[in-house]
T-cell receptor, first 109, second 114 residues
């Protein structure tokens, strides 16, 4: 069974810092990988989808990379802002969607 | 498109009562997923449908839980009888398999069983 791990579980950074969130998975036979953001009391909002044939995707200040062979993905957030504070989850897409437990990010003004 | 629509947003009920959660997936999507989220266990897949057919219900906790998808635009998750440990946020999500598998979530139903 696919297992998805996100480290760290929580992260606190001062505003303006660049940061990296990590996602690792045990089975490299995946179709895609998707990063989500979840604000407290809200649903999950899709940030980036990386196809298995791609190595990275960018959207604004966000950049996600995928290394299938090593079972890793990273989400890079440039110039962090307080509005980036949320929980970030990665989902690995094989025969179904497998979610990590998330990283809770706090950006301190 | 209005996105994935779930109702109700909040449900408070007493132990032993029947609870029905509803979901309308994004039009054109052919896969639908029901998830449960708690602080302790995170996001758990309960069941998913493809083309209205249940594909994997191994995440359904017990026989008290049942899900149906009578057509491509509607699904229900029913708990009968409900118990306090069922209290959680229940999410519905949909995707179009063959289109990059991107998953879209509804806003969730916050269920409290007293």
């Amino acid at each position: 069974k696919q297992e998805v791990t996100q480290i760290p579980a929580a992260l606190s950074v001062p505003e303006g810092e660049n940061l990296v969130l990590n996602c690792s998975f045990t089975d490299s036979a995946i179709y895609n990988l998707q990063w989500f953001r979840q604000d407290p009391g809200k649903g999950l909002t899709s940030l980036l989808l990386i196809q298995s044939s791609q190595r990275e995707q960018t959207s604004g200040r966000l950049n996600a990379s995928l290394d299938k062979s090593s079972g890793r993905s990273t989400l890079y957030i440039a110039a962090s802002q307080p509005g980036d504070s949320a929980t970030y989850l990665c989902a690995v897409i094989g025969n179904q969607f497998y979610f990590g437990t998330g990283t809770s990010l706090t950006v301190i003004p | 498109d209005a996105g994935v629509i779930q109702s109700p947003r909040h449900e408070v009920t007493e132990m032993g009562q029947e609870v029905t959660l509803r979901c309308k997936p994004i039009s054109g999507h052919n896969s639908l997923f029901w998830y449960r989220q708690t602080m302790m266990r995170g996001l758990e897949l309960l069941i998913y449908f493809n083309n209205n057919v249940p594909i994997d219900d191994s995440g359904m906790p017990e026989d008290r839980f049942s899900a149906k998808m009578p057509n491509a635009s509607f699904s229900t998750l029913k708990i009968q009888p409900s118990e306090p440990r069922d209290s959680a946020v229940y999410f519905c999500a949909s995707s179009w398999t063959g289109g990059g598998e991107k998953l879209f979530f509804g806003s969730g139903t916050q269920l409290s069983v007293l």
